[in-house]
């Protein structure tokens, strides 16, 4: 089975999940043998899967948010290339969410659902719920909201699952980390590093059991909603991809030329390598030695200025995984019933923007920080395994868009610095 490449063997859980709840769902339709299995035998499958994940959502954050933004001093060595960096990461990943958001507020995938389907996939995630979480308070506004966000006790912060808390201290961590030139903050950067790449190999070994969640938790879906579950995949499948689309094409088309000086043709052509490589791995790390190499030879652009932008943007200039989270979180919340107000959907945009920076650059790295923005606008965590079944393909599509987003921000901060 190690043969077998995680993404043939995840789609294949989730045709096979698919195949046999539709079969149950046409052939035993309210059957309680149904729910005897769901409950007894697929549910537990994905309950230990998703506790799995979660268990490993705090080390990662904190490590990988901590080193993201300490990576940042080479500010301080390349002047402006490095604010205007920095500038242009934190704008056009604003722009992806924004868009992302506008389509699903427009489109409203997640509607549309018979009342009895939806009803018993929210009775369903009210019992997970209570066994994969804490019970998660109504979203703070305003003030309240300010206040939240920094942590008296970063470990009860913790404990207590305020992660957007836990996102700012890690944050400050890595200001912190940036600001001190001793070299017990190197020893203790590379101590982040350590729990940074032991958190990995764990998500790694985790998500080697995806097939085997993916395959249960759709057979949950299915065998419930029947075919209802697979017309609300492919509405989100549907906005996620022209969300994508749309920033890759139009937004960075735009940049490209109006502020790059570049032919959007020649660009696109320039980069076709790179993005394919991305598309194939769905890792924005894997894809750095081709991104480096394309950017050099084909794009023609400064070394000190490619090689410096395409480091901090594999893993700070995520345009794509921005966007994605806020579709899902978006898409989840108009299922669940859960109602974002302006300044809910505003928190989201921001956590979004703040967890592109930690998010890591390889195959669902995105996934642990859908389920903190799920916990903090107070969605069921769960829902996160409605769309395992499509992640991969999702996965590929995004990462070939964060890619894309790096070296269209290695051409438009090489402008003038030649």
Known sequence: MRKIPLHWRMVAGAVLGIALGLGAHLAMAGDPRIDAIVKYVTGPIGTVFLRLLFMLVIPLIVSALAIGIAGLRDVHKLGRVG???????????????????????????????????????????????TALTTQVSAPKVGMELLLAMIPDNPVKAAANGDMLAVMVFALFLGIGLTLTRTEAARKFEDTLQGVYDVSMTLIDLVIQLAPFAVAALLFNM?????????????????VVVLALAIHQFAVYGFLVRVFGGMSPRAFFRGIDEAMLTAFSTASSNATLPTALRVAEERLKLPPHVSRFVLTIGSTANQNGTALFEGVTVLFLAQFYGVHLSIVDQLTVVGVCILGGIGTAGVPAGSLPVIAVILGLVGIPPEGIGMILGVDRFLDMCRTTLNVSGDLAAAVVISRGER
């Open 83 to 129: 604010v205007r960096t920095l500038v242009y990461t934190v704008a056009v990943s604003a722009i992806a969410v924004v868009l992302g958001v506008v389509l699903v507020n427009v489109l409203r995938p997640g509607e549309g659902i018979s009342e009895t389907s939806r009803q018993a996939l929210l009775e369903r995630a009210k019992q997970g719920s």
């Open 222 to 238: 299915t065998s419930q909603l029947g075919f209802d579950a697979l017309s609300l995949l492919g509405r989100y499948v549907g």
